[in-house]
């Protein structure tokens, strides 16, 4: 496609949860010229000779690759809080920050972190956030922060294919930082609604996983995003993190099409279709109800339209090519 001369060189470095590469595979189809490194890849480093060459090896080519993509660049864009200092190094340019949930949310609290977080946030031409939950986070750190929403990539999701046993999938892993204690009791009241009838299922993740595990919860190993996927588009149902947002496995089930239970924070989204209940008795009802006719209560939320309004690819690139012409336009 023809370039869009107005648009400012971006490298998009680093990701999280595919955010970046999403955002950069979009733009590109649109004619931006943006681009996209994410982290090394250190699956071959090791301790012995070979690995060690590996590595340095693998070093060197990273930093190549990110000299060719940074000298053309007209600034950068950071994904994850804790990874700012990249900005410091040779070549040097302008760049904006991503905040993603963790790093603000927990690392920011750490006194080893703070600082390099603060100083990132404060030397940024501009600073975005994920999810609506972290604006209480982000904005005392940067106080005009603003909320991007993660894009879903609706190429890469299969078909929605729930066959077998009825299944209900937790998509988070249990710990507090999605709420685990409260998924324990939402697993433990529909195991007790169902009385042992379906298959409950969730990610050996999480310090709260041993006590998923003790109530039932067949409990699968971490996996490639495309099994993962795979993995999600068999459940009847999905449980969503009690943390009261939608992640992005929350929105790719949505965009599925599977039935989703969960209950959100108040204010955070609009008429956002998910089952939610008064507390894990009334989830279990709303994840029984799924399980009863999920194909119906599938066609009744509509949840991919709704997700194609406010968390599809093109829209998320729109926002942020506006920010990104806000800081040429000041600098």
């Known amino acids: 496609m023809t370039r869009k001369d107005a648009d400012p060189r ?15 595979r979009t733009a590109r189809a649109q004619g931006r010229p943006w681009s996209y490194l994410p982290a090394r ?79 990132g946030a404060d030397h940024a031409a501009a600073v975005v956030y994920s999810t ?13 922060a603003v909320y991007l929403p993660n894009p879903v990539d609706f190429a890469e999701l299969p078909e929605w294919t729930p066959a077998g046993p009825p299944r209900v999938v937790f998509a988070s892993r249990w710990e507090d930082s999605k709420g685990g204690a409260e998924q324990l009791k939402v697993a433990a009241a529909i195991r007790d609604v169902t009385q042992g009838r379906v298959v409950l299922e969730g990610l050996d993740w999480g310090n709260m996983a041993g006590e998923a595990r003790a109530l039932g919860v067949r409990l699968v190993p971490k996996m490639p995003k495309a099994e993962y996927l795979r993995w999600m588009s068999g459940a009847h149902c999905v449980v969503g993190q009690s943390a009261g947002i939608l992640a992005m496995s929350e929105l ?16 955070y989204y609009v008429d956002a279709p998910v089952l939610d ?14 399980l009863e006719d999920p194909l119906a209560v599938s066609a009744q939320a509509n949840a991919r339209a709704w997700v194609e309004k406010y968390h599809g690819p093109d829209a998320a690139v729109e926002k942020l090519a506006g920010i990104y012409r806000g800081v040429m336009a000041g600098r």
Not at 43 to 48: A, H, L, R, V
Not at 133 to 141: G, I, K, N, T, Y
């Open 41 to 119: 890849d250190t699956s071959q480093d090791g301790k012995e000779l070979r690995g060690r060459l590996k590595r340095l090896g693998g070093v060197a080519g990273w930093t190549a690759r990110r000299w060719s993509l940074t000298l053309p660049a007209d600034f950068l864009h950071i994904h994850f809080g804790t990874r700012v200092d990249i900005a410091t190094r040779w070549p040097q340019r302008p760049y904006i920050v991503h905040f993603h949930g963790t790093d603000i949310r927990e690392f920011y609290n750490d006194p080893r972190q703070r600082p390099k977080i603060q100083w």
């Open 277 to 290: 209940g008064d507390g894990p008795e009334g989830l279990a009802g709303q994840a029984l109800r799924a």
């Open 252 to 267: 790719q089930a949505l965009s599925m099409g599977v039935p989703v239970v969960m209950n959100l924070g108040e204010g």
């Open 10 to 24: 971006v490298l998009h470095i680093f990701d999280c949860a595919d955010v970046g590469a999403t955002l950069v």
């Open 132 to 144: 609506p939950d972290l604006r209480q986070h982000a904005e005392p750190v940067r106080s005009d």
